[in-house]
């Protein structure tokens, strides 16, 4: 099975996509602003190219990535 990456996978929605893509046999990056594989803050558009250019550079057979802030705002602040 391929490898898969899921946003906001720390709960709700996204946990319950994480859960279902690992039972169907799929490896899962987790990517959240806490709890996750890959910690990012996807408001923040720095964090969201950070976090694209690592599941890439990672070793993985495929990749796939989502996430926009529903308003369409690109924050200028940073979390660390």
């Known amino acids: 099975m391929g490898v898969c990456?899921?946003?906001?996978a720390a709960s709700?929605?996204?946990l319950a996509v994480k859960e279902r893509l690992e039972a169907d046999?799929?490896?899962?990056?987790t990517v959240d602003i806490r709890d996750a594989d890959?910690?990012?803050d996807l408001s923040d558009r720095t964090q969201v190219e950070g976090a694209i250019e690592a599941i890439a550079a990672g070793p993985f057979l495929s990749r796939s990535f989502g996430g926009t802030p529903r308003n369409g705002s690109r924050s200028t602040s940073r979390r660390t």
């Open 25 to 29: 046999g799929h490896d899962v990056i």
């Open 12 to 14: 709700g929605i996204g």
């Open 5 to 8: 990456a899921v946003t906001g």
């Open 38 to 40: 890959l910690v990012a």
